[in-house]
């Protein structure tokens, strides 16, 4: 089923919205969950979640891409889940490694006011992301905001994968460096 | 604080297009290319892969390369023909690039020459670096070496712009042999190498002995600026491919569009004279 027809069912209170989402999402959903947590029960979790949370949104909401949409929140559900369960470790899944990775970018010591601050970052890392050259631009979106594993990346798209994390570890330098010149870290 | 977890929650930041399209390469099974390498048995692999990978490779890489049958012609824009262009065929390779809509103009400047060039070594900026009086005997920097018709180094700038609508970059007469295709990352370019050889029968009424040329070539290219530098010739491909390395680009402001160009061919072939 078209995305425009599944938004369309949430906008008509239909049931059929979520078995839909889930038939066209749900895998989709559960990989970024799991990439993130790093447990099956957890990325279930989230995904139920996820649906929930879809079903409250919308209306009003009526998104142009349903499964960055839908991948939006299951992030934020899985991402809080890793926080609350103090997962900042190896060993936690994907999102661990990520996190770690990340810590290239953020000195310690840093202070960020929340929400204004938080919401100024995300502006700034999008404008990052699409000023990135299409090829790092794929690559560290499934990396940093899909999480999928380095290997899995290389395979995909054909890269060995000592150039998917040289092409990483590049656009990670110019992050902190766009982070910087914006004020942010 | 901005921590690593602030920043990775910070990702939700990125445009959805940018989400749709990372999507698209990673999860379409047409672009699947080792996974796919792995499933097929090595007897059928040969045929698979290269059909699999060259789709797989050309979601990415900004360069498609083939050998034309031998009867298929081209038809190149050629002042000198009454008609005002020819009809050419034996191509031995022909590189054809993305559409691209606007390209940006370059020009570059050898970061590095070998030892014999270091004449044509200059701050100069240029599009296009002959090193073409090394080989004509009488020239003050002759070098021996290269007395053929082809020449020892020639560098030229083109724009991807030029070449859609059915456009290419053609290897004449030469045949190409394994054509390498890598990513260099750090320069931000995909790069494609080839040698190319022509053999010729001796010719007793001539006096010419049975000989083999062989050029090499380099091909750059930017697909997000659309341009593309050829560095081709004599000298060997290890050389050339370290003049590529060593190759300082710069984008000239300038902006080159399809209707810019007379003619939607260019030849590889780094003749001299």
């Given at each position: 089923m078209e995305d425009a027809a599944i938004v369309d069912l949430y906008w008509a209170r239909s049931d059929r919205a979520i078995s839909e989402t889930e038939h066209k999402y749900g895998k989709y959903c559960h990989s970024i969950a799991f990439n993130i947590c790093g447990t099956r029960e957890d990325a279930e979790e989230c995904v139920s979640d996820t649906w929930f949370s879809a079903w409250n949104q919308m209306p009003d909401k009526r998104p142009t891409a349903l499964s960055a949409f839908l991948g939006c929140i299951t992030r934020n559900f899985a991402l809080n889940l890793l926080k609350a369960r103090n997962r900042h470790k190896r060993g936690g899944g994907e999102g661990a490694l990520a996190l770690e990775e990340l810590s290239d970018c953020v000195p310690d010591g840093t202070d960020v006011?929340?929400?204004?601050?938080?919401r100024e970052l995300e502006r700034a890392v999008g404008r990052f992301v699409?000023?990135?050259?299409?090829?790092?631009?794929?690559?560290?979106?499934?990396?940093?905001?899909r999480l999928v594993p380095v290997e899995e990346i290389s395979e995909r798209l054909g890269f060995s994968q000592s150039?998917?994390?040289?092409?990483?570890?590049?656009t990670r330098k110019k992050l902190r460096a766009y982070l910087r010149e914006e004020g942010l870290c | 604080m901005l921590d690593a977890y602030s920043l990775l929650r910070a990702m939700n930041g990125i445009r959805e297009e940018d989400i749709v399209m990372a999507d698209k390469h990673f999860d379409s099974p047409k672009h699947v290319r080792s996974r796919t390498k792995r499933m097929v048995t090595l007897a059928l692999a040969a045929a698979l892969i290269l059909a699999l990978g060259a789709g797989a490779w050309a979601l990415f890489f900004s360069m498609d390369h083939r050998v034309p049958e031998p009867e298929e012609s081209f038809r190149i824009h050629w002042e000198e023909s009454p008609s005002g262009y020819i009809e050419w065929k034996?191509?031995?390779l022909a590189v054809t690039f993305p559409e691209t809509e606007e390209s940006r103009a370059v020009e570059f400047r050898p970061g590095w020459l070998p030892e014999e060039m270091a004449s044509l070594q200059d701050d100069a900026w240029a599009s296009r670096l002959t090193a073409e009086r090394l080989c004509f005997e009488g020239g003050a920097d002759f070098v021996p070496a290269y007395d053929d018709m082809t020449q020892p180094m020639l560098i030229e700038s083109f724009a991807?712009?030029?070449?859609?609508q059915g456009g290419a970059l053609l290897l004449l007469d030469y045949t190409a042999g394994a054509v390498t295709e890598e990513t260099w990352v750090d320069r931000n370019v995909d790069v494609l190498y080839f040698s190319a050889s022509i053999h010729f029968d001796a010719n007793p009424e001539h006096d010419l002995p049975e000989r083999t040329l062989v050029q090499n070539y380099v091909l750059l290219s930017n697909p997000e600026a659309g341009w593309v530098v050829r560095i081709g010739g004599e000298l060997d491909l290890e050389t050339l491919l370290e003049v590529a390395r060593n190759l300082e680009i710069r984008e000239t402001g300038e902006i080159l569009r399809y209707e810019d160009f007379t003619d939607h061919f260019a030849l590889f072939n780094a003749g001299a004279g």
């Amino acid at each position: 089923m078209e995305d425009a027809a599944i938004v369309d069912l949430y906008w008509a209170r239909s049931d059929r919205a979520i078995s839909e989402t889930e038939h066209k999402y749900g895998k989709y959903c559960h990989s970024i969950a799991f990439n993130i947590c790093g447990t099956r029960e957890d990325a279930e979790e989230c995904v139920s979640d996820t649906w929930f949370s879809a079903w409250n949104q919308m209306p009003d909401k009526r998104p142009t891409a349903l499964s960055a949409f839908l991948g939006c929140i299951t992030r934020n559900f899985a991402l809080n889940l890793l926080k609350a369960r103090n997962r900042h470790k190896r060993g936690g899944g994907e999102g661990a490694l990520a996190l770690e990775e990340l810590s290239d970018c953020v000195p310690d010591g840093t202070d960020v006011e929340r929400s204004v601050e938080e919401r100024e970052l995300e502006r700034a890392v999008g404008r990052f992301v699409a000023g990135l050259p299409l090829r790092e631009r794929t690559v560290f979106v499934l990396r940093y905001w899909r999480l999928v594993p380095v290997e899995e990346i290389s395979e995909r798209l054909g890269f060995s994968q000592s150039k998917t994390k040289s092409m990483l570890f590049r656009t990670r330098k110019k992050l902190r460096a766009y982070l910087r010149e914006e004020g942010l870290c | 604080m901005l921590d690593a977890y602030s920043l990775l929650r910070a990702m939700n930041g990125i445009r959805e297009e940018d989400i749709v399209m990372a999507d698209k390469h990673f999860d379409s099974p047409k672009h699947v290319r080792s996974r796919t390498k792995r499933m097929v048995t090595l007897a059928l692999a040969a045929a698979l892969i290269l059909a699999l990978g060259a789709g797989a490779w050309a979601l990415f890489f900004s360069m498609d390369h083939r050998v034309p049958e031998p009867e298929e012609s081209f038809r190149i824009h050629w002042e000198e023909s009454p008609s005002g262009y020819i009809e050419w065929k034996n191509v031995g390779l022909a590189v054809t690039f993305p559409e691209t809509e606007e390209s940006r103009a370059v020009e570059f400047r050898p970061g590095w020459l070998p030892e014999e060039m270091a004449s044509l070594q200059d701050d100069a900026w240029a599009s296009r670096l002959t090193a073409e009086r090394l080989c004509f005997e009488g020239g003050a920097d002759f070098v021996p070496a290269y007395d053929d018709m082809t020449q020892p180094m020639l560098i030229e700038s083109f724009a991807m712009s030029q070449f859609n609508q059915g456009g290419a970059l053609l290897l004449l007469d030469y045949t190409a042999g394994a054509v390498t295709e890598e990513t260099w990352v750090d320069r931000n370019v995909d790069v494609l190498y080839f040698s190319a050889s022509i053999h010729f029968d001796a010719n007793p009424e001539h006096d010419l002995p049975e000989r083999t040329l062989v050029q090499n070539y380099v091909l750059l290219s930017n697909p997000e600026a659309g341009w593309v530098v050829r560095i081709g010739g004599e000298l060997d491909l290890e050389t050339l491919l370290e003049v590529a390395r060593n190759l300082e680009i710069r984008e000239t402001g300038e902006i080159l569009r399809y209707e810019d160009f007379t003619d939607h061919f260019a030849l590889f072939n780094a003749g001299a004279g």
